[in-house]
C-alpha cells in the first residue's frame, strides 16, 4: 500500500493532536534575534512560547525571520522515503508572504510525479484546516494531482479562510506585511485591527478597535459576509497569548455556524514575530 506523507510548514500552527492524525511533518522557518543563535520554529511547548511571546513584548529589535532553503527541504524529502513514503503532499504559507514555497517546489524537481506542492495562500492555522481536507482526499484513495487539483479549486471558491485582530498592528507594519497608511494609522492609534487574507493570499485589514469586544464583531461580520451563516464548518482557533479572548470568539462562532470540529492552538514563533502577542483568531473549513 502506497503511503502518503502531508508536509506542512511551521507557519501552519496545527494543533498538536492533529499531526499524528493527518500524518503530518513539519518542516521548521528559522527565527533569529540580534547578536543570539538562531532557532528554530518547531517548538509547541507552551512555557517555551510564553517566554517567547515575553521576549516580543519586551525587546527593542524584534527577531528576523527566513525560510527554509531547498537543501532543507530535500532532507525532508528523502528521510520520508527512506522511511518508506512513496508520495509527499506539501502545504506552504502564502507567497505573498515568503518564499517557502519556492524553496519546497524547486527541491521537489529530482522527485517528479512523486511530491505535490500547493500555495496555500493562507497563514496559521488556515494552512491546517486545508491540511485536514488534504488527508480527507487521500483517505479516498485520489492521487497526489488529483488531490492538489482539488484543493486549488476549493481554494479558488473560497472554501479556506483566515480571520484574525491583532493587538498592537505595529508589528504587522515593521515587518512590511500591510500598507504604509494602515500601518501608521494602527501603530499611532494603539489600536486593535481586525485582518483577513484574501484569494491573493495578502493580508488586508479591515477594522479598527480600541477593545476586544468590538474587534472580535469585526471578525464575526466578516465572517458572516464571506460565510453564510449557519454553514457546516471546522474551525481552528488560534492565538499568541491570548487564550481567553480566542476561547471567546470560539464561542460566539458556535452561536452562528454547525461547528463539526474546534480546536484551539498556540501561534508558533514566526507568526507570533509578525502579528505579535494579544492576537486572536482562526482558520475555518466551509464543509458544504
Not at 480571520?163 to 515593521?174: E, H, T
Not at 453564510?228 to 470560539?250: F, Q, T, W, Y
Request: some cysteine; overall charge neutral.
Amino acid at each position: 500500500m502506497e503511503k502518503t506523507k502531508i508536509m506542512l510548514d511551521s507557519t501552519c500552527d496545527i494543533p498538536a493532536e492533529w499531526i499524528e492524525k493527518l500524518d503530518a511533518e513539519i518542516i521548521p522557518l528559522h527565527v533569529l534575534w540580534e547578536e543570539t543563535q538562531e532557532t528554530e520554529d518547531d517548538n509547541r511547548d507552551y512555557d517555551d512560547l510564553e517566554h517567547f511571546w515575553f521576549l516580543l513584548d519586551t525587546e527593542e529589535i524584534l527577531p528576523k525571520t527566513s525560510q527554509p532553503t531547498p537543501v532543507e527541504f530535500k532532507e525532508k524529502y528523502q528521510r520520508l522515503f527512506d522511511e518508506g513514503y512513496s508520495r509527499i503532499v506539501v502545504l506552504t504559507l502564502s507567497t505573498k508572504m515568503s518564499g517557502t514555497y519556492n524553496s519546497a517546489l524547486l527541491a521537489s524537481k529530482d522527485y517528479e510525479g512523486k511530491i505535490a506542492v500547493i500555495n496555500s495562500r493562507m497563514a496559521s492555522s488556515a494552512i491546517a484546516v486545508i491540511g485536514y481536507r488534504v488527508r480527507e482526499l487521500l483517505d479516498t484513495g485520489r492521487d497526489i494531482k488529483t488531490v492538489k487539483e482539488i484543493i486549488e479549486k476549493e481554494r479558488e471558491a473560497g472554501k479556506f479562510g483566515a480571520f484574525f485582530y491583532v493587538s498592537n498592528f505595529d508589528f504587522l507594519r515593521k515587518g512590511g506585511r500591510v500598507s504604509k497608511f494602515s500601518s501608521f494609522v494602527g501603530s499611532m492609534l494603539n489600536l486593535r485591527v481586525a485582518l483577513f487574507i484574501d484569494k491573493n493570499g495578502d493580508m488586508v485589514p479591515f477594522g479598527k478597535s480600541r477593545g476586544s469586544k468590538r474587534a472580535q464583531k469585526f471578525v464575526i461580520k466578516k465572517l458572516k459576509e464571506t460565510f453564510k451563516p449557519g454553514s457546516k464548518i471546522r474551525l481552528a482557533m488560534v492565538h499568541s497569548n491570548n487564550i481567553d479572548e480566542c476561547r471567546s470568539l470560539e464561542s460566539k462562532l458556535k452561536e452562528s455556524y454547525e461547528v463539526v470540529e474546534s480546536v484551539i492552538t498556540p501561534m508558533g514563533k514566526v507568526i507570533s514575530s509578525h502579528v505579535g502577542p494579544g492576537t486572536a483568531g482562526l482558520g475555518i473549513q466551509l464543509m458544504e
